[in-house]
């Protein structure tokens, strides 16, 4: 080989090996600019969809954003644990992008926010009753006629859910109203026959509530609606929706979402048809 092939050949190495590490430097760099961090609103109170305990944020919902997260390598969540109503509020402000609390989908809602069209789980609508008070076993929401039903809230799912009972059947259950009285309250007024009964998502912690407290004359029914619940987006993340259906459709595929219903509701709510009629 002359001298001037060997120039030619360390030059056209040199050439190759600095074109290398510009495209890695530059693969690097498009890699770090295309992950965006976005502000995610959980509740702090809401055990077992997503709590928090000796500082750290725990439950289902969370559980399930964590595994959303992974899926998705250009995302980032950072959580904030507040208040249902800080949830929204923040929201609507564009201080937080996507929020979660067992939130069903209703006209509202969807005129306010982006909905996916993946659920990321089923909350299970069970009437807890003092079985004393009852003949037989209440199956329905008709078993409730005549009953002194505990007070629900009213910008709840359960005073819609009631209200529209009634309309199509008469106003034959007195529906009461309160602002805020715990579950574990209103389940200790079933237990003594303060209440005949209380309707319920059953993703709130009532069972393991009549489990701790010994509350002996609760009886639980089986599903008496089952809605989907979905996490809300700003408007303005519509593509980050769009994104999040990938996953979950993917950690149903896989068994996750089974898996972490399981840790936290004690059944896998996905075996469940939707029914809200």
């Known amino acids: 080989m002359n001298k001037l092939m060997k120039i030619s050949t360390v030059l056209t190495a040199s050439i190759a090996l600095f074109s290398g590490i510009t495209t890695v430097g530059q693969s ?15 509740s ?40 249902q109503n800080a949830e929204l509020v923040g929201l609507d402000s564009g201080k937080y992008d996507l929020a ?15 909905f996916g069209k993946e659920n990321d789980g089923l909350s299970l609508v069970r009437i807890y009753y003092n079985k ?4 037989n076993k209440v199956t329905k ?23 529209t009972w009634n309309k199509q059947n008469g106003n034959k259950i007195n529906v009461k109203t309160t602002t805020g009285i715990p579950t574990q309250q209103l389940l200790t007024g079933v237990n003594t026959g303060k209440y005949d009964a209380m309707i319920d998502p059953s993703n709130l912690g009532e069972a393991s509530i009549i489990k701790e407290r010994h509350l002996s004359q609760v009886q639980t029914s089986k599903p008496v609606r089952v809605y989907p619940t979905y996490i809300l987006f700003s408007k303005k993340n519509k593509p980050l929706a769009s994104k999040v259906d990938g996953a ?10 089974k898996q972490l219903s399981q840790q936290a509701f004690g059944e896998n709510v996905f075996k469940y048809q939707a029914k809200s009629n």
């Open 132 to 135: 004393q008070q009852f003949k």
């Open 44 to 83: 702090s109170s809401s055990r077992p969809l997503s709590y928090e305990q000796n500082g750290q944020l725990k439950g289902y919902e969370v559980e399930a954003l964590r595994k959303i997260d992974q899926q998705l390598p250009d995302v980032k969540f950072k959580y904030h644990a507040v208040s």
């Open 141 to 163: 929401i008709d078993n409730l006629a005549g009953k002194e039903l505990a007070p629900v809230n009213a910008n709840g799912g359960m005073y819609n859910l009631l209200t």
């Open 100 to 114: 979660v609390n067992g939130f069903y989908k209703n006209p509202a809602r969807t005129k306010k926010y982006a």
């Open 248 to 257: 979950l459709k993917a950690l149903k595929k896989d068994g996750t979402m």
């Open 28 to 42: 690097a760099t498009a890699h770090a600019t295309k992950t965006k961090t976005y502000q995610v609103a959980v």
